[in-house]
């Protein structure tokens, strides 16, 4: 089924996603934990990740780029604030130069994800959460929820395969 539900709250200064997934909570997990079953959704379809680190602990580092259809780059990368496995990851997110380096010209969000039973399968929220309404507007205006929509979209055939 994957994506039910997509809120943006101005006044909270969030995007929420809701997914539901035939997949226990575990299996779930993983399509966060293991970076290369994360390559394989986190970006959409056209624009593919790569995942050159992956520091799956609190206080880690992630940095990865997507490829776009005509071969360029865009670059971004997380930093781990919270893990309660399998249950809940917290990470701040944001844009990287070529250099993987953070792009502080460039908004940051930190993202919530809450994975819980939901009757045979598992609910998956994602919570982004913006520093400004400004930078809420701006990441929705170059397109961050059909992109997200579009990639956990991504997830059931992860799920399958």
Excluded: C
Aim: proline share 6%.
């Amino acid at each position: 089924m994957t994506v039910i539900d997509v809120r943006k709250d101005p006044q909270a200064l969030t995007l929420t996603f809701v997914a539901e997934f035939e997949a226990p909570v575990e299996r779930v997990w993983e399509v966060w934990a293991d970076p290369r079953r994360l390559e394989r959704w986190w970006g959409p379809p056209t624009w593919p990740a790569t995942f050159v680190e992956h520091q799956f602990v609190v206080g880690g580092r992630s940095r990865y780029y997507m490829t776009g259809p005509e071969g360029e780059k865009a670059g971004g990368w997380w930093v781990i604030t919270a893990i309660d496995e399998p249950h809940r990851l917290e990470f701040d997110d944001g844009f990287a130069g070529e250099d993987g380096e953070p792009n502080t010209a460039m908004p940051t969000t930190h993202a919530v994800v809450t994975l819980e039973a939901a009757g045979s399968g598992t609910r998956m929220t994602t919570v982004s959460t913006f520093t400004s309404l400004e930078d809420l507007e701006r990441l929705t205006a170059m397109g961050m929820e059909e992109g997200m929509r579009e990639a956990m979209g991504q997830i059931d055939a992860v799920l399958a395969g």
